[in-house]
């Protein structure tokens, strides 16, 4: 089945820096890869997703790539504010369960 | 407001108590999942929904059930034979596959074991 690897676990930067978390994915079935990020104690919020037939896409400050050949994809938030301090995660569609399967998370913390 | 909703926020339970975990939508969404998040951990899938009266067991399926006889609801019971069930539960929905499968989450259940 698939399986979802992330990193780092953990990730400090400065204000107004980028972050980047990468993922990579075992299934190259797979086809749709949403990101999340979660507050304490809520929910996981979509806060963007890519599909096996774009390499890249961009919202405001938040951007994803995607490369199918190494099966690896990257969340990358630029100017970061202290608001973006929570934890990410990664996932993958997995045709062969028809599941989503998540990767550990990352923490990221922005320091004013 | 079009959404998915856990209830209730908080419970308690005692040893060897069944407890039962609501979880509706209103998206319209065929496939319904449930998962398992402890301190610092990713997400677990205990069981998953992908049309009415149909669920397939995830990957710690072990001491929980589930029942999905109306599209809106996907309720999971914990029972007694899962032996450290104290943990946040999150319940999810999406269109059934293909394109356009965002999943969404309500906003959990955090159970604690009295």
């Known amino acids: 089945g698939e399986n979802v690897e992330q990193h780092p676990s953990t990730l400090s930067v400065q204000e107004g820096d980028s972050a980047v978390i990468k993922c990579t994915y075992s299934d190259s079935a797979s086809n749709y890869f949403p990101w999340y990020k979660q507050e304490l104690g809520k929910g996981p919020q979509l806060i963007i997703d890519?599909?096996?037939?774009?390499g890249e896409k961009k919202d405001q400050r938040i951007a994803v790539t995607l490369n199918k050949t190494a099966k690896h994809f990257s969340l990358h938030i630029t100017e970061t504010q202290p608001e973006d301090s929570a934890v990410y995660f990664c996932?993958?569609?997995?045709?062969?369960?028809?599941?989503?399967?998540f990767g550990p998370g990352t923490r990221l913390s922005v320091l004013p | 407001d079009g959404g998915i909703t856990q209830s209730p926020k908080y419970l308690f339970r005692k040893e060897g108590q069944n407890v039962t975990l609501s979880c509706e939508q209103n998206l319209n969404h065929d496939a319904m999942y449930w998962y398992r998040q402890d301190p610092g951990q990713g997400l677990r899938l205990i069981y998953y929904s992908q049309i009415v009266n149909d669920f397939q067991k995830g990957d710690i399926a072990e001491g929980y059930s589930v029942s999905r006889e109306k599209k809106e609801s996907f309720p999971l019971t914990v029972t007694s034979a899962q032996k450290n069930p104290t943990a946040f539960y999150l319940c999810?929905?999406?269109?059934?596959?293909?394109?356009?499968?965002?999943?969404?989450f309500g906003q959990g259940t955090r159970l604690t074991v009295v």
């Open positions: 890519i599909r096996s037939n774009v």
């Open positions: 999810a929905s999406s269109r059934r596959q293909g394109a356009n499968t965002e999943a969404f």
């Open positions: 996932a993958a569609w997995g045709n062969y369960g028809q599941n989503f399967v």
